[in-house]
T-cell receptor
Framework: RKEVEQDPGPFNVPEGATVAFNCTYS??????FFWYRQDCRKEPKLLMSVYSSGNEDGRFTAQLNRASQYISLLIRDSKLSDSATYLCVVSRGGGSYIPTFGRGTSLIVHP | GAGVSQSPSNKVTEKGKDVELRCDPISGHTALYWYRQSLGQGLEFLIY????????KSGLPSDRFSAERTGGSVSTLTIQRTQQEDSAVYLCASSHRTSYQETQYFGPGTRLLVL
């Protein structure tokens, strides 16, 4: 089992749609969780951290389920500008901050 | 303020040549990471520097790869005797740890093509 697994997509949705991505991780000792966004031929940029209680930032909501070892990202009212690859990132844990990146989920928002 | 910068932005080299890639982290960031990303692939961790501690080299794919960080700031990734499979985007990230998390800020990357 890969350390961090994501459905590569692509998810092809119309503007205004709600879309959700899931990510599973294998290391139960992982402590830190993030979603990054990567545009084509650009570097990854932090979208949001993921906290145990779940957190929201505008149209974006992240959830963590430690028991099932997955995190999710919900995007409401999709915009064309949301088209990108979304990377799930999980730290190794056990005192290590070194992150493991998923291969990403591609989102295409069309008019 | 200034972000993470990397140079060169693009590098084309011949198989067997050595290359050096440079990363200037955000001032004050104690942690520095190198990754590589092949076309259509995820980020592959290479090496991690944290302050004055010994670097974590566990991700380096072979002994042809090495990196150093001078004065706790600028870092250089060196690939000796390059091979075609080394072609990828090499990304550098720096971070400052707060509490139990740290957010990474990435540079624009160096696109390496080995012919």
């Amino acid at each position: 089992r890969k350390e961090v697994e994501q459905d590569p997509g692509p998810f092809n949705v119309p503007e205004g749609a709600t879309v959700a991505f899931n990510c599973t991780y294998s290391n139960s000792a992982s402590q830190s969780f993030f979603w990054y966004r990567q545009d084509c031929r650009k570097e990854p940029k932090l979208l949001m951290s993921v906290y145990s209680s779940g957190n929201e930032d505008g149209r974006f909501t992240a959830q963590l389920n430690r028991a099932s070892q997955y995190i999710s990202l919900l995007i409401r009212d999709s915009k064309l500008s949301d088209s990108a690859t979304y990377l799930c990132v999980v730290s190794r844990g056990g005192g290590s901050y070194i992150p493991t990146f998923g291969r990403g989920t591609s989102l295409i928002v069309h008019p | 303020g200034a972000g993470v910068s990397q140079s060169p932005s693009n590098k084309v080299t011949e198989k067997g040549k050595d290359v050096e890639l440079r990363c200037d982290p955000i001032s004050g960031h104690t942690a520095l990471y190198w990754y590589r990303q092949s076309l259509g692939q995820g980020l592959e961790f290479l090496i991690y520097f944290q302050g004055n501690s010994a670097p974590d080299k566990s991700g380096l794919p072979s002994d042809r790869f090495s990196a150093e960080r001078t004065g706790g700031s600028v870092s250089t990734l060196t690939i000796q005797r390059t091979q075609q499979e080394d072609s990828a985007v090499y990304l550098c990230a720096s971070s400052h740890r707060t509490s139990y998390q740290e957010t990474q800020y990435f540079g624009p990357g160096t696109r390496l093509l080995v012919l």
